[in-house]
């Protein structure tokens, strides 16, 4: 399938941390976290609950502001701007929540066109349909245009959200649990969508997941030239897949699949079993 078109992609990083720490109250969530994603990377953030992972998805789509240390997205620290720039940040990222939050009362197409409503700028309804068909296309869900989210199944609900999120051409993407509650086959849709999605349009993404399953499978599959192939590309200049593990408020593991795998400390060897 075609890859959504794009505006042209700077040589910016879509996200940095550095040193980031954030609490609430005496609770300490996150000490010190740092890490950089390019365009076409993936992070994939494992960990217990209560780790911190749904906390470092929020800062990065700059719903809070850490205590101390920088967030850069498209390298604009986000501590240094004010409300209207950080609307403006956050239209340029796409967020897929766990439960699809869908709105009830609208339909399929208005759904995936609210996005292109509320962004300030005028596009004429011919534009709005035009875009709303090609990511609606994208997540193979055009039957469904006229559905309300009441008539859609979970998978369908989460595929719809995908098509929301994507429908502004966002240059990052973060999903929390975005399998949570669905059967294999249907999270393996998802999954697969993921990744058509990063590997189709250079998006740089951030998944938080509990799914070990899944993010073995995110980090092997690829799309190459709009068809899906297993193992890790061949081609070392191509954007990697990363994974993150947090414990105790910190990075307690950052590296490639393989070097988890092969890891023989005690926590991870728990971790991925």
């Known amino acids: 399938m075609a890859a959504i078109q794009r505006p042209t992609v ?14 609430f109250g005496d609770k300490q969530v996150l000490t010190d976290v740092s890490f950089r994603l390019g365009g ?35 390298g604009e620290d986000t501590a240094t701007l004010g409300n209207a720039a950080l609307n403006e940040l956050r239209k340029r990222m796409g967020i897929v929540f766990q439960e699809g939050a869908l709105f009830d009362s609208l339909s399929v197409y208005e ?24 990511v609606l296309g994208f997540v193979e869900m055009e ?23 994507i429908v502004t051409r966002p ?13 294999p086959v249907t999270a393996n849709t998802i999954n ?10 250079g998006v740089a993404s951030i998944v938080v997941t509990q799914r070990v399953q899944d993010a073995f499978f995110l980090s092997n599959v690829f799309f190459s030239q709009g068809h899906q192939k297993i193992g890790e590309p061949r081609d070392a200049s191509k954007p990697s897949t990363w994974f993150m593990v947090l414990r105790d408020q910190r990075v307690y593991f950052w590296g490639k699949r393989d070097d988890l795998i092969q890891s023989r400390d005690p926590y991870l060897l728990e971790f991925i079993s």
Request: hydrophobic share 40%; glycine share 10%; proline share 4%.
């Open 111 to 134: 759904n995936v066109a609210y996005p292109m409503r509320e962004s300030g700028k005028r596009a004429d309804e011919e534009k709005i349909e035009q875009a709303v068909l090609q």
């Open 143 to 165: 039957d469904a245009i006229d559905k309300m989210p009441a008539e859609l199944s979970g998978g369908m609900r989460r595929r719809v959200s995908v098509a929301r999120a």
């Open 192 to 201: 697969i969508l993921i990744a058509k999605l990063r590997d189709l349009n």
């Open 171 to 183: 240059g990052i993407m973060l999903y929390d649990s975005p399998t949570a509650g669905l059967d």
């Open 10 to 23: 700077t040589s910016t990083t879509p996200i940095e941390f550095s040193g980031v720490s954030i609490s």
């Open 40 to 74: 076409g990377e993936t992070l994939i953030l494992l960990g217990v609950t209560g780790s911190g992972k749904s906390v470092l998805l929020k800062l990065a789509a700059t719903l809070l502001k850490p205590d101390s240390g920088r967030i850069l997205i498209e």
